[in-house]
């Protein structure tokens, strides 16, 4: 049996990222850029107002209250046709060019209109060059606005569309194939028997895959019999990465380590020092990776969390893999009765800018409703014998 540290470094260690594929910028959100993207332009294109007012010359309001004869009215997306000299203002819109001649913006507010003749008034003095974005303060041709590597967010859409990249090099998203086993189980549109259960399993990891924008197909549920999950086994080797959930404890009829030994499966472990979640085992068939999970659905998802959720985005060529971990304050003690390293359910709360967590009622690693009222998983470590109330704990984010 191996740490949780350990078997997440296997894990990071074997999985690489798929090749680049290109796509159109507008559906590469989510996904990780495989290419340096350059601007073809200058941002802004042209010195640009950063205010709805009057473009002057600052050193004839140098004496404010000062009346200027408008010359302009310059509105965004209209190149000005005068220049400004002193004595004179135009009038200009949020965007819109700097006429020449002009080296500040007065906004409305610092500003009175004279009926007569065009005229504004300039009520206070201004800085050369305030109000004014000048051309190519945000970037420049040629300059590298995005990075090989870097999440692809709304705003990064948005540089994309600034600087004209209509299709784009990112790292392709992974196939994920999931099996549930178990012969109890039976389908979320089926009233369970006495001795049966719905498959939440697979739905619930799906959505975990999915999230991270991974290619899912549900494979379906299989009975506990060598050749039934060898079958399906077989047919999920096609994905890139294949989730089994159930079948790989020490019960009778826990088959799927020994079937994906029969499959001459490489396996890299098969058990770990966890709670929930330890008789999980990984390994690789062909180019396929191979996660098999225990069936209770908090180990499921916990068990995603720390090894599926790297790995898929490692294959998608991300660098920040992990979820993020933060320091917060116990609310209650915690005696510690196993020395496997646990994750706990528990709500995590901010209060007068200190965070403090509590672990939810939870009745073990079948009670799939206790992860409903959590917010992030609350590391007890092996090494621990008790956590007392006040102490700094690791908590995983999960929203």
């Known amino acids: 049996m191996i740490s949780v540290d350990t078997a997440v470094k296997i894990v990071m260690d074997v999985t690489v990222p798929l090749p680049a594929k290109t796509v159109p910028f507008e559906g590469a959100l989510g996904l990780c850029l495989a290419e340096d993207v350059r601007s073809d332009i200058d941002m802004p294109p042209f010195d640009r107002s950063a205010m709805d007012g009057y473009a002057v010359i600052a050193e004839d309001t140098a004496h404010a209250p000062v ?102 090099e990112v790292f ?46 549900l494979l379906g549920t299989v009975k506990d019999t060598k050749d039934e999950i060898s079958r399906m086994i077989r047919r999920g080797l096609q994905k890139d990465i294949l989730i089994l959930s159930g079948g790989v404890s020490m019960g009778e009829y826990d088959l799927v380590g020994d079937v994906m030994k029969d499959l001459n499966t490489h396996i890299y472990f098969e058990k770990v020092a966890l709670r929930p979640g330890k008789p999980v085992v990984f390994g690789k068939k062909d180019k396929t990776f191979i996660f098999a999970l225990p069936g209770n659905p908090v180990a499921s998802f916990v068990t995603f969390e720390l090894f599926i959720y790297p790995a898929i985005r490692k294959i998608m060529g991300f660098t920040d893999l992990h979820r993020t971990t933060i320091k917060a304050s116990l609310e209650v003690e915690i005696l510690v009765k196993r020395k496997r390293r646990e994750y706990r359910p528990a709500f995590l709360r901010m209060q007068n800018n200190m965070w403090f967590v509590s672990p939810v009622e939870w009745h073990g690693s079948a009670d799939l409703l206790s992860t409903t009222r959590a917010n992030c998983l609350l590391i007890v470590r092996e090494d621990a014998e008790k956590l007392s109330v006040g102490q700094l704990v690791d908590v995983i984010l999960l929203d």
């Open 67 to 168: 009346e200027l004869t408008v010359i302009e009215d310059i509105a965004a997306g209209y190149m000005p046709t005068k220049k400004v000299v002193r004595g004179q203002a135009s009038k200009i819109m949020t965007g819109a060019a700097v006429p020449a001649g002009a080296d500040a913006v007065v906004k409305f507010e610092e500003t009175e209109d004279v009926s007569a003749n065009n005229r504004v008034k300039i009520l206070r003095a201004i800085d050369k060059g305030r109000n004014i974005s000048k051309m190519g303060e945000d970037m420049k041709v040629g300059q590298i606005v995005l990075r090989k590597g870097m999440p692809i967010r709304p705003q990064e859409i948005g540089i994309l569309a600034t600087v004209g990249k209509s299709n784009v």
């Open 172 to 217: 392709s998203t992974p196939t994920v194939g999931i099996i549930s086993t178990g012969t109890e189980l039976v389908d979320v549109s089926s009233k369970p028997s006495a001795a049966q259960i719905r498959n939440s399993n697979g739905y619930s990891l799906a959505s975990q895959a999915r999230r991270l924008k991974a290619d899912v197909e």
